[in-house]
């Protein structure tokens, strides 16, 4: 409800000021929704605004995404326009948003209104870094059994290869078989789409090195997050050996927080319900 309130003082405005200025506003905006929703922000406020970019309508949204080959930057979002600039392959760029209806990003330079690029010569890059630590509960049969603090640590870059992953670690208290137990996991999220195969999914996994099964190897889960369905998919439960005891389960999540958040959840229920 917050959000949806939020969202449509933006809409109102986002029309009448300048987008840096509107950016401004979703940041700020997006630290009160971190106060009231858990820290859940991600494009939730800019969902569903418009406003008018060169003479057409789009859908504002602020993302970041790879070229992945060299490609024309055009005064429309058909490629019958007039030809206003180029991108080159490897360059980072941050989007104003996609015209209604069609497979084209606008995308500013120096802070105006600069032309359209087709999606298919981008793909989507993921921001990990967090504002600030996330806290959790997990629930099994009604009752608290663990709670968590999420915190991110630091950004991996792998030199001759095109991803960079967020690390993060975890923090937890919970009790097993009528044992309080702390523990400690380490996470990592791609922020490149998961072998470049589908451009919206990403990679995340959980490790849990302090955490052994009863052959005394360590427990690992992986799940994977499409981005553009706002959903993730938990494809693996398995130790670093034996990866044959799979589990599928699907959760909605609309960020990256919440993203994080369900993948930590599904494991530790794993762990639990092995464990009952």
Not at 42 to 50: A, V, Y
Request: proline letters at 3%; charged letters at 25%; hydrophobic letters at 40%.
């Amino acid at each position: 409800m917050v959000i949806d309130q939020l969202r449509k003082r933006v809409s109102n405005i986002a029309m009448l000021i300048p987008r840096r200025i509107l950016r401004a506003l979703f940041f700020s905006f997006c630290f009160i929704v971190l106060a009231v929703n858990g820290g859940i922000c991600e494009e939730d406020l800019s969902k569903g605004i418009e406003r008018k970019f060169l003479g057409f309508t789009i859908n504002v949204s602020d993302k970041t995404y790879l070229v992945v080959k060299d490609a024309n930057v055009r005064a429309g979002p058909k490629t019958k326009y007039r030809r206003v600039g180029k991108l080159q392959k490897g360059v980072r760029i941050n989007t104003v948003g996609n015209v209604k209806g069609t497979k084209w990003i606008a995308i500013e330079r120096n802070n105006k209104d600069f032309g359209f690029v087709y999606i298919k010569v981008l793909s989507r890059v993921l921001e990990g870094k967090l504002m600030s630590p996330v806290n959790g509960t997990i629930m099994k049969d009604g009752r608290p059994r663990c709670i968590y603090t999420l915190s991110f640590i630091k950004k991996t870059v792998f030199p001759g290869f095109s991803q960079i992953i967020s690390d993060y670690t975890v923090v937890f208290a919970c009790k097993i078989i009528s044992k309080k137990i702390k523990f400690v996991a380490n996470m990592f999220l791609t922020e490149l789409p998961y072998k470049q195969k589908d451009r919206n999914i990403f990679q995340i996994t959980v490790d849990l090195p302090n955490v052994t099964d009863k052959n005394g190897e360590i427990i690992s889960g992986t799940s994977f997050f499409d981005v553009g369905r706002n959903l993730l998919t938990f494809e693996a439960a398995f130790n670093s050996k034996n990866s044959g005891d799979r589990v599928k389960y699907r959760s909605k999540a609309r960020s990256i927080p919440e993203a994080l958040k369900s993948a930590i959840e599904w494991k530790i229920l794993t762990l639990l319900n092995q464990n009952h």
